[in-house]
C-alpha cells in the first residue's frame, strides 16, 4: 500500500492548474486561478514556477493555520477535520516540501 501525502498531492495538482503569462519585459507571472492571491513573478518561466510552489505551499499552510476555507482540487479536500495521524502525516509531508521539520513554534507563528 502505497502512503499517501494529502498536501503534497493538493500541492502538485494545483500546480498542474498554474496559468503562465510572458510580460512584455521578457518575465513570466504565473497564478493558480482556483486559489485566490497564489500570484508569483520570476525571470525565466522555471524561476516563475519555483516561486509560484513556494507561494502556495506558503499560502496552504497559513490557510491551514488561520482556519481559512481552501478551494477543493483533483477531489482533495484540506478543510475537513482530521484525526490525530492524519495531522502527523500532514506535518511529515510539510517537513518534506520545506526540506526540515517545523517546529511548534513555527507552527504558531504562521
Request: contains cysteine; hydrophobic residues 45%.
Amino acid at each position: 500500500m502505497a502512503i499517501q501525502f494529502i498536501l503534497s498531492d493538493y500541492v502538485e495538482a494545483a500546480m498542474a492548474q498554474a496559468v503562465y503569462d510572458k510580460l512584455d519585459d521578457g518575465t513570466f507571472a504565473g497564478r493558480i486561478p482556483p486559489c485566490q492571491g497564489v500570484v508569483a513573478f520570476g525571470a525565466t518561466l522555471r524561476k516563475c514556477e519555483e516561486e509560484l510552489r513556494s507561494t502556495l505551499e506558503d499560502w496552504v499552510l497559513v490557510g491551514l493555520k488561520m482556519k481559512h476555507p481552501l478551494p477543493l482540487i483533483a477531489g482533495i479536500d484540506l478543510n475537513k477535520e482530521y484525526s490525530v495521524p492524519q495531522l502527523r502525516m500532514m506535518l511529515q509531508d510539510v517537513a518534506g516540501i520545506i526540506g526540515r521539520e517545523i517546529t511548534a513554534d513555527e507552527w504558531n507563528d504562521l
